[in-house]
């Protein structure tokens, strides 16, 4: 239902947004353009370590999968963040990949391991040898479809901004997305946090996705380095999430690690 509403606000919003697409390469980016991307997601969520293609991380309750470490949860999970992992296969399968069986299904099923204990004591399994042969080989595939999910991004951050903050919003992702460099900061921060428009996704009725850091930009007068505010922007929604954050998640220990990563987001490529 979610990602049904979802892309209705795309449609609705294309037409909202299509005046103000101009002057961003968003959409007009090179299949070399599209792999640095891809390597800088994946060695942001991975190191760059094809062994870190499938990984359960301590104090999460879903499974982390491929270059963007796509979010899949087992069944009967409480899912605070959105799924991705289903929605790559989808992309992938319309791309012509060739699925596993047990994962091209309707609906799509959920993670067959129910917690991270169950997954490190899980043993050799078939299941789990076809999902890395399918992260490793469809890398490209994964780095398309992280590009086009910032292509789809600015129409859902538009329709779910408040009224009167959409032309700053459209804005500043221009702003941001005017160079290939702030591209790969837009992509991987979307891909790290999410667009900030879900629900669940918040603390304290606060989000802390690209949508609350594009909103917590100042003006290119006050900051005309667009990707310099950019930054001090993230770091800012970051801190804010940690402190809302429920006590019994300890989120002050990932702070540093997160700080550190969107700072490399000046660093040159």
């Given at each position: 239902?979610l990602?049904?509403?979802?892309?209705?606000?795309?449609?609705?919003?294309?037409?909202?947004?299509?005046?103000?697409?101009?002057?961003?390469?968003?959409?007009?980016?090179?299949?070399?353009?599209?792999?640095?991307?891809?390597?800088r997601?994946f060695?942001?969520?991975?190191?760059?370590?094809?062994?870190?293609?499938?990984?359960?991380?301590?104090?999460?309750d879903?499974?982390?999968?491929?270059?963007?470490?796509?979010?899949?949860?087992?069944?009967?999970?409480?899912?605070?963040?959105?799924?991705?992992f289903?929605?790559?296969?989808?992309?992938a399968?319309?791309?012509g990949?060739?699925?596993?069986?047990?994962?091209?299904?309707?609906?799509?099923?959920?993670?067959?391991?129910?917690?991270?204990?169950?997954?490190?004591?899980?043993?050799?399994d078939?299941?789990?040898?076809?999902?890395?042969?399918?992260?490793?080989?469809?890398?490209s595939?994964?780095?398309?479809?992280?590009?086009?999910?910032?292509?789809?991004?600015?129409?859902?951050l538009?329709?779910?901004?408040?009224?009167?903050?959409?032309?700053?919003?459209?804005?500043?992702?221009?702003?941001?997305?005017s160079?290939f460099?702030?591209?790969?900061?837009l992509?991987?921060?979307?891909n790290?946090?999410?667009?900030?428009?879900?629900?669940?996704?918040?603390?304290?009725?606060?989000?802390?996705?690209?949508l609350?850091?594009?909103?917590?930009m100042?003006?290119e007068?006050?900051?005309?380095?667009?990707?310099?505010?950019?930054?001090?922007?993230?770091?800012?929604?970051?801190?804010?999430?940690?402190?809302n954050?429920?006590?019994?998640?300890?989120?002050?220990?990932w702070?540093?690690?997160?700080?550190?990563?969107?700072?490399?987001?000046l660093?040159?490529?």
């Amino acid at each position: 239902m979610l990602l049904k509403t979802l892309l209705a606000a795309f449609i609705f919003a294309a037409g909202i947004t299509a005046a103000h697409a101009q002057g961003t390469l968003v959409g007009k980016l090179t299949p070399e353009e599209i792999r640095l991307i891809g390597e800088r997601v994946f060695e942001n969520e991975c190191g760059a370590k094809d062994g870190n293609l499938v990984t359960w991380n301590e104090g999460e309750d879903f499974l982390s999968l491929g270059i963007g470490h796509f979010i899949w949860y087992p069944a009967g999970g409480d899912k605070t963040f959105l799924e991705s992992f289903g929605r790559f296969i989808e992309y992938a399968k319309a791309d012509g990949e060739k699925i596993p069986l047990w994962l091209d299904k309707e609906p799509f099923p959920p993670c067959p391991w129910s917690s991270r204990g169950d997954f490190l004591n899980a043993g050799p399994d078939p299941r789990l040898s076809e999902l890395k042969d399918l992260l490793k080989n469809t890398k490209s595939v994964q780095a398309e479809f992280i590009a086009k999910q910032l292509e789809d991004s600015l129409p859902l951050l538009i329709e779910s901004a408040p009224e009167g903050t959409r032309d700053k919003i459209t804005l500043q992702f221009n702003r941001v997305a005017s160079t290939f460099q702030g591209i790969c900061a837009l992509a991987d921060y979307l891909n790290f946090k999410g667009l900030g428009i879900a629900r669940s996704e918040s603390y304290q009725g606060k989000g802390w996705g690209l949508l609350q850091v594009l909103e917590g930009m100042r003006d290119e007068n006050e900051a005309p380095d667009a990707l310099s505010e950019f930054t001090r922007a993230a770091k800012i929604v970051l801190e804010e999430r940690v402190k809302n954050s429920p006590p019994g998640r300890n989120e002050q220990k990932w702070l540093p690690g997160w700080k550190k990563r969107v700072n490399k987001y000046l660093d040159q490529l």
